[in-house]
């Protein structure tokens, strides 16, 4: 599929785990895509890579620049560096709060700030934020994290608001428990990793984790053609935990 032949495309955080799949699948359907990154040797051909930091203005600014510079424009950013965080709001300080949020919300806001002046130029210009279903369900143990993910789903309303008459869509995605690198670290750190990967399987209507990819392909089609009416949407890509509610399994 080469449906976004010709269009120039910006991936945070987009080295590893669902961005290098967001990345890769965009290059693959004809984007010219450049990964921005904390890792950007990590990233090969055909991607284009540049260390930026999304807590840090001035470095976002300077490689949203050269990016859309060297590509010769922007037509499509993905919002997708984030980190984690474990824990009730006891169990965080305050430098832990401001490092999540400053990472999870004010990056998104950092780079699409800078990336704005391009997406403006562009004939087809889409924004994609990496939100989650901690967002809309009360998640145990991810007050921190899913207060980030909160704060992404109603920024990318109001950007939508904004940026419609501009001909910039916005958009997010809600991932379920996706089998990355970083929820691999959570479940080698468990006293149990083997119970604790069913237990995360086990909440997803669907029985298993999601795959980077899949997510991948929803970002995909957001950022598309095909999704040229759809602007103000959170998608799901839960396994069916926003909205099934099943009957236990009995014997």
């Known amino acids: ?10 991936v945070t955080g987009g080295a590893s785990g669902i961005g290098r799949a967001t990345a890769e699948l965009l290059a693959e359907r004809g984007a010219q895509v450049t990964v921005l990154d904390l890792a950007p040797e990590a990233v090969g051909k055909p991607l284009l890579a540049r260390r930026a930091d999304v807590t840090d203005d001035a470095s976002v600014r300077s ?20 980190t984690g965080a474990q ?22 806001v950092r780079t699409t700030r800078a990336a704005l002046p391009h997406l403006r130029a562009s004939r087809h210009a889409a924004i994609v934020n990496t939100c ?18 909160g704060a992404v789903l109603s920024l990318t309303l109001a950007m939508a608001a904004d940026h419609v008459r501009e001909g910039i869509r916005v958009n997010c995605v809600n991932p379920g428990t996706v089998d990355t690198p970083w929820v691999g670290r959570l479940l080698d750190a468990a006293d149990d990793p083997a119970a604790e990967r069913a237990a995360l399987a086990a909440r997803q209507p669907t ?4 795959s980077a990819e899949e997510v991948a392909a929803a970002i995909a089609y957001l950022a598309s053609p095909a999704a040229g009416a759809t602007t103000g949407t959170a998608l799901a890509v839960d396994g069916g935990m926003q909205g099934l509610r099943l009957r236990p399994v009995t014997a």
């Open 1 to 10: 599929m080469t449906d976004l032949d010709g269009l120039k495309a910006l």
């Open 63 to 82: 490689a949203v620049a050269a990016a859309a510079e060297e590509m010769g424009g922007l037509d499509i950013l993905v919002n997708n560096a984030g």
């Open 87 to 108: 824990g009730t709001v006891e169990d965080n300080d305050d430098a832990a709060w401001h490092h999540v949020l400053d990472v999870n919300l004010l990056g998104m």
């Open 132 to 149: 989650s279903i901690a967002a809309t369900a009360g998640l145990p143990q991810r007050a921190l994290y899913s207060a980030s993910k």
């Open 207 to 210: 029985g298993r984790l999601v």
